[in-house]
């Protein structure tokens, strides 16, 4: 799990260096808003009764995340009934793996979800 290192530079800040002051902020403020305006909107939402979907499911799972707890969202996933699941355990993250992990990331985006925009490109379907 990614902690700020000494100096008080946040993980978003080590891998967009790029990143002020004012960016930073920005990132926070967007979170605060997240939370301000859709939790109370999906606070008591369950997927416990869904049974199936028809398009590919794939989860990101940091492994310590407890915002999103990862052995439920896995529970969740052996259960439901879809075209292709997968689960990609990222075992150094928390819920931001992107943050946490990038490299990671970007190889779990080109090895396993591009080539699913790509056949659906192919098939001339729309992902939703």
């Known amino acids: 799990m990614a902690r700020s290192p000494p100096g008080g530079r946040t993980p978003i800040s080590i891998c967009a ?30 997927f416990n009764e869904v049974r199936r979907i028809d398009v590919p499911i794939i989860f990101l799972l940091g492994r310590h995340d407890y915002t999103t707890p990862a052995p439920i969202a896995a529970a969740w996933l052996a259960r ?15 819920h931001l793996p992107m943050i946490e992990e990038p490299g990671r990331m970007f190889a779990t985006l080109l090895r396993d979800i591009r080539p699913l925009a790509r056949d659906a490109r192919r098939t001339n379907r729309q992902i939703p």
């Open 17 to 46: 260096p790029e990143y002020d002051a004012a960016d930073l902020r920005a990132w926070d403020e967007g979170s605060a808003f997240t939370v301000r305006t859709l939790w109370p909107r999906l606070a008591d939402i369950s």
């Open 80 to 94: 439901v009934r879809a075209p292709r699941k997968l689960a990609v355990w990222f075992e150094h993250s928390a």
